[in-house]
């Protein structure tokens, strides 16, 4: 059974940065494609950056340059790094993972994929 558990969640203020975790268990997850999701209050679902089971990465326009994904195989475990945190980026942030061969996913893809529980980031206005 496919399993995804986000942690790293938490309050930072403007400027601030946090580590977000998905650890994932049932599954490789260096063989899947990750992606990370956000959701606001009253907003909808939107991508944040995934990386395929290739290991090529892709960041929404509105974090690049301040977030940064990653993968630990020997954890079986991705990171979101956030730096330059606004409070527009406050919501609840979710990892997925979807299967198939895609040189760089688009996010779309997910909708049929594994997902967490999520982990609630809050940057303080």
């Known amino acids: 059974q496919l399993q995804l558990v986000e942690s790293g969640g938490g309050l930072v203020q403007p400027g601030g940065s946090l580590r977000l975790s998905c650890a994932a268990s049932?599954?490789?997850?260096?063989?899947?494609?990750i992606g990370w999701f956000r959701q606001a209050p009253g907003k909808e679902r939107e991508g944040v950056s995934c990386?395929?089971?290739?290991?090529?990465?892709k960041y929404a326009d509105s974090v690049k340059g301040r977030f940064t994904m990653s993968r630990d195989n020997a954890k079986n475990t991705v990171y979101l790094q956030m730096n330059s945190l606004r409070p527009e980026d406050t919501a609840i942030y979710y990892c997925?993972?979807?299967?198939?061969?895609?040189?760089?996913?688009?996010?779309?893809?997910?909708?049929?994929?594994?997902w967490g529980q999520g982990t609630q980031v809050t940057v303080s206005s």
């Open positions: 990386i395929s089971s290739r290991g090529l990465t």
């Open positions: 997925a993972a979807v299967g198939g061969h895609y040189y760089s996913p688009s996010f779309r893809v997910f909708d049929s994929g594994s």
């Open positions: 049932g599954f490789t997850l260096n063989t899947y494609n």
